[in-house]
């Protein structure tokens, strides 16, 4: 599939591709580089960032001691989005404003800044972080979301446990939402979560998924050639 290239990309990191169990910093080092090269060319970045495996080590410890409320999942949750955001704007701190945005409705100091990467994390309970990347690209007026999962796109089942299923190129949101349904819940995990989707749909956005392990795929992304992933629109 092709694009048309643009140099200015919303991207929401997968918590699993940073921290898969520990820190993959073979992917995040590939990731950096990749986009610090882009960023010398003149191209800017919002990157939002999911807890991965810090998330659900606290959920697991916290559930294994006491019986925990799906908000205090969610905080944990969050918690974890922040310590990655932090660590992102860690590595980018060259390129990167020095305030990592905790809430996606409150753009003030946001709005004029002057470095080429804004780095975003998880917000309230109920909340993920692909919608906080819905509700930035509506205010930051992204008509597109690159959603970076440890997956080639969206499949008809799991890939893991039927490697034959069938990837699908293209879906409406009508067919995505259909295989997603409508509500979200703590640790769900889906191509791009239900809450995001009925606003990206309500919308017209477009959200690319594709693996962002593949860090070659990507930059054909960004040069707007052919690349394998999911396109939902």
């Given at each position: 599939?092709?694009?048309?290239?643009?140099?200015?990309?919303?991207?929401?990191?997968?918590?699993?591709?940073?921290?898969?169990?520990?820190?993959?910093?073979?992917?995040?080092?590939?990731?950096?580089?990749?986009?610090?090269?882009?960023?010398?060319?003149?191209?800017?970045?919002?990157?939002?960032?999911?807890?991965?495996?810090?998330?659900?080590?606290?959920i697991d410890a916290a559930s294994k001691i006491h019986t925990i409320e799906n908000d205090d999942q969610d905080w944990l949750g969050i918690h974890a989005t922040r310590m990655n955001a932090h660590f992102l704007r860690t590595i980018f701190r060259e390129w990167?404003?020095?305030?990592?945005?905790?809430?996606?409705?409150?753009?003030?100091?946001f709005y004029q800044i002057k470095e080429?990467?804004?780095?975003?994390?998880?917000?309230?309970?109920?909340?993920?972080?692909?919608?906080?990347?819905?509700?930035?690209?509506?205010?930051?007026d992204f008509k597109t979301i690159i959603n970076l999962s440890n997956t080639d796109g969206v499949y008809e089942a799991d890939p893991k446990q039927n490697p034959s299923a069938k990837r699908y190129g293209h879906l409406s949101w009508t067919e995505f939402r259909a295989l997603v349904g409508d509500t979200w819940s703590p640790g769900m995990n889906v191509p791009f979560d239900p809450v995001a989707s009925k606003l990206a749909e309500e919308e017209n956005f477009t959200v690319v998924v594709m693996n962002g392990a593949d860090t070659e795929n990507l930059e054909r992304y960004f040069l707007g050639k052919d690349f394998v992933g999911t396109t939902i629109q």
């Open positions: 599939m092709k694009h048309d290239a643009s140099k200015r990309f919303l991207i929401s990191v997968g918590g699993s591709l940073v921290v898969p169990s520990g820190i993959d910093t073979d992917f995040v080092g590939r990731f950096h580089d990749g986009i610090v090269s882009r960023v010398r060319e003149g191209y800017s970045f919002v990157l939002v960032v999911g807890g991965g495996k810090t998330a659900r080590n606290y990167a404003h020095p305030k990592i945005n905790t809430n996606p409705h409150d753009l003030d100091d080429p990467i804004m780095v975003a994390s998880g917000w309230r309970p109920g909340f993920s972080t692909d919608y906080i990347a819905t509700v930035l690209a509506k205010y930051l």
